[in-house]
Every structure is written in C-alpha cells, then in structure tokens.
C-alpha cells in the first residue's frame, strides 16, 4: 500500500516560473523524503526533511513540513527544463525505515 | 561500484518462467532494499534486507518472489511461475545502515512477462 499522496498528479509550468508539490500522509512518521524519478527509471533522493523540522533547503529546492496536517510542500525556484520528471515523496510508516511512496506529481517545464 | 547496479536492465519472459534479477549495492552499504514499481505509480515496498537476513518481507505479494542476499552484498529477487501481472520495473535501493537513512536507488530491471 502507498501512503504518501502527491497533489496535484501533472503540473505543466514555463522555465523559470516555480514549481510546487503538495504530499500528504495518514500515520506518524520519523522522516519525509522526496526524490525525483526520470523517464520512469531510477529514483534520485532530494532532501530529507525529519519530523522536528519544519524548513529545509537545498539549492533551489525548498521543503516544508507541517506535522499537525500531516503534510509536507516542495518547492521548486527558477524552474528549468531539466527539472522535468516525475516528484515523489516517501514516508517511513510507523517508524520502519521501509519507505512508502505517494503516486508522484508529473512535472514538466517547458522550455 | 560509485551507484547501486542491476541487472538485467531489460527482461522478458513468457508467463510460467522462472526469473532471477540481480541488485549490486553501494559497497559498504549494509541495508538493501526491493521495490516493485507499476505504471503511473510510487513504488511499493517488496522486501527489505540488513546484512544476510531478510528483516522484513511483508511486501512480497506472496510465495512465488523470494529473495537472497548470501553474502551480505549482492541481492537476487527470484520470481517463479512469472505472470503477466508481475511486469513491472523492480528497483533495488541500499543505505549505509538501517535507520531512518537516505536509500539509494538503481536504475532498475523492466520485467515484461508476455
């Protein structure tokens, strides 16, 4: 079963403008991930955000999470074509360290 | 190697055969991970290994996967009896330890059973 729930499922923005995703979960956790996945291969981790964190940054990358919504946003800057691929967060269910995926946000930036 | 490795990249097999998928993971790392990724979804949990023992392997979907890891390294994901339901890219993930840490990804195995 998933338990991460990405929102919206296709975003389509203009390079340059900002792109940003929305995951949402159902039990507690000890951490969120986020990755991004190309051409349906290969998942590349982006950040980790842990449960007493509610800000972190990396480059141009911008994750929030809001523990009492069960919640978490990442946030692309300046967007590029390159971003183009598919977001996913993922959650450790219960403490297990056994990641549990949403079912992605499917960016495309166009040039 | 610098990444996690699998292999093969590609497969496929007619339904009722026996498949083996091999997962090399980051030297070092002693958490090794199986996911089974469908279509247009996340990927799903299979099974998880720390060191020679399968720590959990709630997610195998039932007896036909098994799955090994004899040496502490090297994993192979078996499939016996393939079905047609089974086609999916299997990725394997490995971490430094267990606990909490970022899972590194290879770039998977297409299974195709026709």
């Known amino acids: 079963s998933q338990q991460g729930e990405e929102d919206p499922q296709a975003l389509s923005i203009q390079e340059g403008e900002n792109a940003t995703m929305n995951c949402s979960y159902k039990t507690s956790i000890n951490n969120l991930q986020w990755y991004r996945q190309n051409s349906g291969r290969g998942l590349v981790h982006l950040i980790l955000i842990r449960s007493n964190e509610r800000e972190k940054h990396s480059g141009r990358l911008r994750v929030t999470l809001d523990t009492s919504k069960k919640s978490s946003s990442l946030l692309i800057t300046a967007s590029r074509a390159a971003d183009t691929a598919s977001y996913f967060c993922?959650?450790?269910?219960?403490?297990?360290?056994?990641?549990?995926f949403g079912t992605g946000t499917r960016l495309t930036v166009i040039p | 190697g610098a990444g996690v490795s699998q292999t093969p990249s590609n497969k496929v097999t007619e339904k009722g055969k026996y498949v083996e998928l091999r997962c090399d993971p980051i030297s070092g790392h002693t958490a090794l991970y199986w996911y089974r990724q469908s279509l247009g979804q996340g990927p799903e949990f299979l099974i998880y290994?720390?060191?020679?023992?399968?720590?959990?392997d709630s997610g195998l979907p039932n007896d036909r996967f098994f799955a090994v890891r004899p040496e502490g390294s090297v994993s192979t994901l078996k499939i016996q009896r393939t079905e047609r339901g089974d086609s999916a890219v299997y990725l394997c993930a490995s971490s430094l330890t267990h606990g909490y840490n970022e899972q590194f990804f290879g770039p998977g195995t297409r299974l195709t059973v026709l």
């Open positions: 993922a959650t450790d269910e219960g403490g297990a360290n056994n990641l549990f």
């Open positions: 290994f720390q060191g020679t023992g399968a720590a959990d």
